[in-house]
């Protein structure tokens, strides 16, 4: 990408406090959902008043905001990084897969607070992360569209294909671990091989 989506610092802050409080706050919303928690409890878990939270971030909202953008910058780079590995289709969508698959089952929590919550982000901030996921989706696309147009693929629908590897890799982040699958790499390893017969 030539220029930023989004300024990160407009949003996430940067500050050692700011990252223990979205620490903090991620562990509340992951245990409890966004609409249950509160700014009381997540100061309280950091032995804060809840006023200390303000100075980084004056609403719940703009604290989810902060999470959701900090998770889907790190999921997008982190993609994008494992597609650079390799200029073949078919090794970028086992990378990228792989790295999508592997983010949101060793970030669990963060992954699902970022994907589950976003209903409660204000209209201007859900925009600015969809701008993001996107981005994301858009990796993938271009990945087995290029993968079809080298004959490596035979995909019937490029769109719904990344729709279905994107959802299976986001839903990691809603069970991860289980008694099946408790291992990244494993898991990562049997999602690829479903993304590589899912293009065909």
Same mark, same amino acid.
């Given at each position: 990408m030539?220029?930023?989506l989004v300024d990160p610092s407009s949003g996430v802050?940067?500050?050692k406090a700011a990252a223990r409080i979205r620490a903090a706050a991620t562990e509340v919303f992951a245990a409890k959902g966004?609409?249950?928690a509160s700014t009381r409890e997540i100061a309280a878990r950091l032995d804060l008043s809840p006023g200390a939270v303000?100075? =980084?971030y004056r609403t719940k909202e703009s604290l989810l905001f902060a999470i959701?953008?900090?998770g889907h910058l790190a999921v997008l780079d982190t993609i994008t990084q494992a597609a650079d590995t390799t200029t073949h289709p078919r090794d970028q969508l086992a990378a990228t897969v792989s790295a999508y698959v592997k983010w949101h089952a060793r970030h669990h929590e963060i992954a699902r607070v970022v994907q589950y919550e976003l209903r409660a982000l204000s209209e201007? =901030?859900?925009q600015a992360i969809a701008k993001i996921r996107r981005a994301t989706s858009k990796t993938f696309e271009r990945i087995i569209e290029s993968g079809n147009a080298?004959?490596?693929f035979d995909t019937i629908d490029s769109r719904a294909a990344t729709l279905a590897i994107t959802s299976l890799g986001i839903d990691v982040s809603r069970w991860f671990p289980s008694k099946a699958y408790s291992d990244p790499e494993t898991l990562a390893e049997?999602?690829?091989e479903l993304a590589v017969r899912m293009v065909g």
């Open positions: 030539n220029a930023p802050g940067t500050s966004y609409g249950a303000y100075p =980084h959701a953008l900090e201007e =901030h859900f080298a004959g490596e049997r999602y690829v």
